[in-house]
């Protein structure tokens, strides 16, 4: 008699033994380390520490928000540029950029903001077991607005980072699910705020703050850090 596929014969048959197995789902990132700061254009170094403890298949997100008109020009990690993953540059004091760097050096580095971003907040987030960064997207409110943003991830065991720019106003919390990368920053009439949240399917996720915005509004941007 003939085994089937996935079986072994008896006797003096041969066996065959193709027996198949659904892939199992890779496994998502895992967190390294956070920070965050603030500060002000002429006023003190437009620079903090970040610790990283590991590099293995990582990667570091900074989010930057500022008040000033003139666009942050770039950031970098231990000496090493950043690559501007998304900005919103409305002009006026919610203005917001993400920076990506690809195994980035382990150990307590500077991250740098060049150009003249006024009154500014930072939050980053270093992850190991990534792949890199995926989508992105950006979203922005009038006056007295909840920030909000649906976002759409497309890897499954993905993260999503995202931060918010306000003004003189606090955002507040963070909606169900999202955590937090530090509290909450505020200098120079900007306030800022940094948040992540795992996504065990591939799909959309509703990204807020519990604040009414403020007189100038608010904006968002979100990326997806992907599983390996």
């Excluded at 085994?3 to 008896?10: E, N, Q, Y």
């Excluded at 965050?36 to 930057?64: E, F, K, P, R």
């Excluded at 050096?105 to 987030?125: L, M, T």
């Excluded at 699910?177 to 909450?184: E, L, R, W």
Aim: charged residues 10%.
């Amino acid at each position: 008699m003939t085994p089937l596929l996935g079986t072994t014969g008896g006797g003096s048959g041969r066996g065959f033994g193709r027996g198949f197995k659904s892939a199992a789902a890779p496994a998502g990132p895992s967190i390294d380390s956070t920070a965050y700061s603030s500060g002000y254009y002429g006023d003190q170094s437009n620079s903090y520490t970040h610790t990283v403890n590991s590099n293995t298949n990582g990667i570091l997100i900074v989010c930057i928000g500022y008040t000033n008109a003139t666009l942050v020009t770039g950031v970098s990690y231990a000496d090493t540029p950043m690559t501007l993953v998304n900005s919103i540059d409305r002009g006026d004091y919610v203005n917001a950029q993400i920076y990506a760097l690809s195994n980035p050096n382990v150990g307590s580095y500077s991250v740098v903001i060049s150009g003249e971003p006024g009154g500014w907040s930072a939050h980053s987030i270093a992850f190991v077991g990534s792949s890199g960064y995926g989508a992105t997207d950006s979203a922005y409110g009038a006056n007295f607005t909840q920030p909000t943003m649906n976002f759409t991830t497309g890897y499954d065991n993905s993260y999503v980072v995202s931060c918010v720019s306000q003004a003189d106003q606090d955002p507040g919390n963070v909606a169900s699910g999202m955590t937090k990368i530090g509290p909450n920053q505020y200098y120079y009439s900007h306030t800022g705020g940094g948040a992540y949240r795992f996504v065990a399917t591939a799909g959309s996720s509703t990204n807020s703050w519990t604040s009414g915005g403020d007189t100038n509004g608010w904006s968002m941007l979100a990326v997806e850090i992907k599983n390996l």
